[in-house]
């Protein structure tokens, strides 16, 4: 079982940079692909990015890529999401997730292969 729980959400203006953290729980979390998603007022959950299990392999979404950085410390079992230049397209609840499901093909980009989420963190981005 594996517990997470965002943090570091809250209204920034347009241009600005946030960092979201996701602490998790349990003993194996450094064997897991670690994802962010997002979901916007109104619109469907949609991919942000994805580190591997050691953090060696990146993906990001276009929407994103350039402007977010995803990133992790598996000794403090915690995965980061850098976000700079941030625009009021931005504005979602962001959700970090944990893929247990083996075989995968990276990038581990489908909603549906992870197991556990956070309860999300909301990014209001003010133009």
């Known amino acids: 079982q594996v517990q997470l729980v965002e943090s570091g959400g809250g209204l920034v203006q347009a241009g600005g940079s946030l960092r979201l953290s996701c602490a998790a729980s349990?003993?194996?979390?450094?064997?897991?692909?670690m994802g962010w998603f997002r979901q916007a007022p109104g619109k469907k959950r949609e991919f942000v990015a994805v580190?591997?299990?050691?953090?060696?392999?990146?993906y990001y979404a276009d929407s994103v890529k350039g402007r977010f950085t995803i990133s992790r410390s598996n000794s403090k079992n915690t995965v980061y999401l850098q976000m700079n230049s941030l625009e009021p397209e931005a504005t979602a609840v962001y959700y970090c997730?944990?893929?247990?499901?083996?075989?995968?093909?990276?990038?581990?980009?489908?909603?549906?292969?992870?197991?556990?989420w956070g309860v999300g963190a909301q990014v209001p981005v003010a133009s």
């Open positions: 349990g003993r194996t979390f450094s064997t897991y692909p």
């Open positions: 580190i591997s299990w050691s953090g060696s392999n990146l």
């Open positions: 997730a944990a893929s247990t499901a083996v075989g995968t093909a990276w990038p581990v980009v489908k909603s549906d292969v992870y197991t556990y």
